[in-house]
């Protein structure tokens, strides 16, 4: 389970308890945190994933290269990558800015589905939150 996060966005701070709770529930899957935002400094952001306690570790990913693989747009960001590397799941963590006010909760749904054998019910689901900064690299 891959989750771009981001150390200043409200929307990706409003899933980080979900995203440790699941990250203790599903021990069959390994989580890693990608912290891929160009506009947020290592100090900030080495305390700020620090205090966050998620669990699991979070890489930086200096010059966003697996985001512009994998194509994350915004933070929260996930993907639930088979073993043999398939993605089975991309998308928002929730259906909601705000993890609070959400009614379905999409990576839980997939990551239910993938440990029970099934297809994941919803392969791709919208992202909302704060776009993943860039600088002045043009992506796409």
């Known amino acids: 389970v891959l989750v771009f996060l981001s150390a200043k966005c409200p929307c990706s701070a409003s899933h980080v308890g979900e995203i440790r709770k699941l990250s203790q529930e599903f021990k069959d899957f390994r989580f890693v945190g990608i912290h891929s ?14 205090n966050a306690g998620l669990g699991f570790p979070v890489i930086q990913d200096s010059g966003a290269k697996l985001a512009d693989e994998y194509r994350a747009s915004k933070t929260p ?32 749904e997939a990551l239910d589905d993938a440990n029970q054998g099934k297809k994941v019910r919803t392969p791709e689901a919208r992202t909302l939150g704060c776009a993943i900064a860039r600088g002045d690299k043009n992506v796409w």
């Open 37 to 50: 935002n160009t506009n947020e400094d290592k100090p900030l952001t080495q305390a700020y994933f620090k």
């Open 77 to 108: 960001h996930a993907y639930v990558i088979s073993a043999d590397g398939r993605t089975l799941y991309k998308g928002g963590v929730t259906d909601s800015k705000n993890c609070d006010q959400s009614g379905r909760n999409f990576l839980r």
